[in-house]
């Protein structure tokens, strides 16, 4: 048998793994009973939110309606797993609804300054013929008079 010395302390080296297990076990009990140890997303979603009304008055709602309605399921899905304290989840699919809301919002100006273009090349395209008929017409009676 091994002699002790002062200050050494004998441990029986049977408690050790039993340590070991029990802590083992108490974290899988919180893995398994979805205790979650992030905290609520409560900002993420806030900017979901604020994005998806930046959207709304960016007219996406008309102009790029299908990716506003994916960014508004997700947002809903977000809300859900909030209220569920699946906050991992419910964080995730905030920042997914809020990419899809800026897309959104990116369509819908893109769509915005197509549609401002095509007027300005029909203005363009106007002004030509106009000017062209005012070419024609002082080339066929001779040269203006001062």
Do not use: H, N, W
């Not at 991992?88 to 401002?116: G, M, N, P, S, Y």
Request: with cysteine; net charge positive; hydrophobic share 40%.
């Amino acid at each position: 048998m091994a002699t002790i010395k002062p200050g050494m302390m004998r441990r029986p080296s049977a408690l050790r793994p039993m340590a070991a297990i029990t802590c083992l076990i108490i974290l899988v009990a919180f893995q398994i009973s979805g205790c979650s140890t992030t905290k609520p997303p409560t900002e993420t979603l806030a900017s979901a939110e604020l994005t998806m009304r930046t959207a709304v008055e960016a007219r996406a709602d008309e102009l790029a309606p299908m990716d506003l309605q994916r960014a508004r399921e997700k947002l809903e899905r977000s809300k859900k797993a909030m209220a569920s304290g699946k906050y991992e989840e419910a964080r995730r699919l905030a920042e997914i609804a809020q990419v899809e809301a800026e897309l959104a919002e990116v369509k819908a100006d893109a769509e915005i300054t197509r549609r401002a273009a095509d007027g300005l090349r029909q203005a363009v395209d106007a002004l030509r013929q106009e000017m062209e008929r005012g070419m024609v017409r002082g080339t066929s009676t001779g040269t203006p008079k001062e």
